[in-house]
């Protein structure tokens, strides 16, 4: 049973930066990813990380947001660095093994989700 287990988050405040980490099941992914909701609007996808190691990410997270991951303990992670408040929002891992040519578009309908971890940044 795949299992995805985000932690990492918090409250900080504008200029802050937080590390997101979400342990996976042991499977292969072949596409990994980072996305965020925030009250009253739609889930967006922030970044993904294809089985090859091809990264893409939304505008907003480019320069400050870098996604990883660790293949050897199936490990997601996000390092968000000058954090807005205007990047206050549930952030949730996903992944899928049947998603290599979605990949790079941060598709919003990867097959397994976790339970997401809250991000708030004050200003």
């Known amino acids: 049973q795949v299992q995805l287990v985000e932690s990492g988050g918090g409250s900080v405040q504008a200029g802050g930066s937080l590390r997101l980490s979400c342990a996976a099941s042991k499977y292969y992914y072949n596409c990994m990813g980072w996305f965020r909701q925030a009250p009253g609007k739609e889930r967006e996808g922030v970044a993904t990380?294809?089985?090859?190691?091809?990264?893409t990410y939304a505008e907003f997270a480019k320069g400050r947001f870098t996604i990883s991951k660790d293949n050897a303990e199936n490990t997601l992670y996000l390092q968000m660095n000058s954090l807005k408040p205007e990047d206050t929002a549930m952030y949730y891992c996903?992944?899928?093994?049947?998603?290599?040519?979605?990949?790079?578009?941060?598709?919003?309908?990867?097959?397994?989700w976790g339970q997401g971890t809250q991000v708030t940044v004050s200003s």
């Open positions: 996903a992944a899928d093994y049947a998603a290599w040519q979605s990949c790079n578009h941060l598709p919003r309908d990867l097959a397994y």
């Open positions: 990380i294809r089985g090859d190691g091809y990264m």
